[in-house]
């Protein structure tokens, strides 16, 4: 079986590796957040949760986020601030 591609086959791109970033790139603000969980119930990669009445990231979430934003944009509360983390770490795709 050749592994070359058929003409009009088209790898866009493929999740290469997560280099952890070195800073914290979310954050929670615990005053704000009421403890509805919607971060925890949009999070593709489970790491939120709720302890007590508020929600808790993972604390390994640099190595794991997907830094898709979906807690930022489901937090009505604006109790999360969400900035996508420095250049060379986060998410690194290989386009083919």
């Known amino acids: 079986m050749s592994a070359r591609k ?17 800073r914290d790139f979310i954050r929670l603000d615990g005053e704000r957040c009421t403890g509805c ?16 009445e508020k929600a808790v990231l993972a604390g390994d979430y640099k190595e794991k986020c997907t830094e898709c934003g979906s807690c930022f944009i489901a937090c009505e ?20």
Do not use: N, Q
């Open 6 to 22: 058929k003409a009009g086959e088209v790898d866009r791109f493929a999740l290469s590796e997560v280099i952890p970033a070195t």
């Open 37 to 52: 969980g919607d971060c925890a119930v949009v999070c593709p990669m489970d790491l939120w949760e709720l302890r007590g």
């Open 77 to 96: 509360e604006d109790a999360i601030d969400f900035s996508y983390p420095p250049g060379g770490t986060g998410v690194v795709f290989k386009f083919s």
